[in-house]
């Protein structure tokens, strides 16, 4: 006899943790039928690469990858040679959470700039690009912005350009971690292209994963010719899926009838939602704004363990008691108002 399954509770420590969205499943069920080429030649893989045309416009090439890591080094080792470098935010995921991929497969430097809000501007970069021509300096070639950032703040759409102005003025390219960029575009109200393409972005890693799929990212470059190696790229990579038409009809269905920006929209709602009630929590101050579908909060110390015996949830910079609460497509309000009565006894 098989056990009755358990219904577990929501977590708010990352959106990666929360189930895949029912439209997901059934796009995946849908072309669970017969035989099809593989390795992404195949009509499955082809329509989900005109859904993201039809979002991003014509004339740039996509790539189906297995996760994010694998997108954002791949994305930027079609960008860079071994002598080069990323400049990226101190708290950038490329830099703090990927293990040291990118140095290990693309040979380049990562500089760190210290963080504002989670956002890098365009004076600290340029106070980063020096010794241009100089045989004894690693050379300045990319930007790396998070969107939204790792402290769930938002680039507004005239930071992005002045970082995409300053890079393309000196014959750099400007790439964007889009791990989240559906909670972004849906905080900007903007479209998923004028969030990226139009602002000057030169690749995206696209998510999904943090947006309701099961698994799967893709690179898009929004030029052409900067993919003329990423097939070979992406197989030395191991980021090349034998099933591809199982990853591409998830993006094709996350494309269809708004549900990016639906399941986008209701994890940032909830998120407000829950700064909202973590605000009339004495001694719990929220310290960076809520901008996409993330509230940061400093958390008195001895409250913490006590939370954490009901919800799971990270610590974002232990010394200081800063904590993360994630929320998802699938978070309720009722997920919400729990967790807040939890927090506020916790404190007492």
Known sequence: MIAAPVQAKRSFASDNNAGVHPEILEAIARVNQGHVVAYGDDSFTQSAVKKFEQHFGDGIEVFFAFNGTGANVLGLQALTRPYQAILCSDYAHIYTDECAAPEKHLGCKLIPLPHQNG????????????????????QAH???????????????????RALADFAHERGMFLHMDGARIANAAASLSQTLREATRDLG????????????????????FFHPELSRDFLFLRKQGMQLAS??????A???????????????????????????????????????DVQANGVFAQVPHHAIEKIRDRYFFYMWIEEQNIVRWMCSFDTTEED????????AEAVK
């Open 119 to 138: 956002k890098i501007t365009v004076n600290q970069v340029r106070g980063a690009y020096h010794g241009i021509g100089d045989q004894h300096h690693v």
């Open 142 to 160: 990319v930007i790396s912005i998070t969107q939204s950032t790792e402290m769930g703040t938002v680039y507004q759409p005239e930071e992005v």
């Open 201 to 220: 972005v030169d690749v995206l890693s696209f998510g999904g994963t943090k947006n309701g799929i099961m698994g799967g990212e893709a690179v898009v």
């Open 336 to 343: 919400v108002k729990d967790f807040a009565r939890v927090v």
């Open 250 to 288: 998830q993006f094709e269905a996350l494309l269809t009838n708004h549900l990016w920006k639906r399941s986008a929209e209701h994890a940032n709602r909830m998120a407000s939602l829950l700064e909202k009630e973590i605000r009339k929590i004495p001694g719990v101050k929220i310290i960076w």
């Open 243 to 248: 099933k591809m038409r199982f990853i591409a």
